[in-house]
């Protein structure tokens, strides 16, 4: 019986076969010179492009960093709705908006006070409610949210640190 060329067999057997050869084992892959780095890489990236169930098969799951922390920040915020976003707390725009945002404040804050500005502008011209909470009145609660910067912001799914320019709030209440 004749061996079979590789060039007929599928890349991924003939792959296998490349890596089983005793070529492979003898050569440090690891002190390959540019040139031979770069055909290899080129052979490599050929096969891998001619196999993409391959490559969906061994690519790892994404890797969220920020999964667990952003959990953590809704969880806070749905057990402090009530708080946060009832129409009876003091406030502006439409009670029965369907966008919500709770901006946390300190009286001697410049940007607290471009920031209730920008939202006043917002509130508008969105379907949007702002409830004012002075968080010297309300220290629990900003340490509830673990929230020390002012002007902060806290919608449903999210909440913002420092003041946030009108165009970015605006482009949150439209998402």
């Known amino acids: 019986m004749r ?11 003939a792959g ?16 390959l010179t540019p040139t031979e780095r770069a055909i290899f890489h080129a052979e490599i990236r050929e096969a891998l492009l001619g196999l993409p169930d391959l490559v969906d098969r061994i690519a790892p799951p994404p890797i ?9 920040d809704l969880a806070r915020i749905e057990a402090q709705a009530a708080r946060l976003f009832a129409n009876d707390l003091p406030g502006f725009g ?44 309300n220290p629990d609660l900003a340490q509830v949210l673990g929230l020390d910067l002012v002007p902060s912001y806290v919608l449903p799914d999210m909440m913002l640190r420092g003041h946030i320019p009108a165009i970015v709030l605006q482009r949150y209440l439209t998402e």
Request: proline share 8%; net charge negative; aromatic share 4%.
């Open 94 to 137: 439409a009670p029965d908006a369907t966008r919500t945002i709770a901006l946390l404040t300190r009286s001697d804050c410049t940007d607290c006070a471009l920031a209730e500005s920008d939202l006043r502008e917002l509130a508008e011209s969105h379907d949007l409610r702002v409830t004012l909470i002075d968080m010297d009145a």
């Open 16 to 31: 296998i076969l490349f890596l089983a050869s005793p070529a492979v084992g003898e050569t440090d892959f690891s002190d």
């Open 64 to 72: 969220d960093p920020y999964a667990g922390a952003v959990a953590d």
């Open 3 to 13: 061996p079979t060329p590789l060039s007929s067999l599928s890349p991924l057997v």
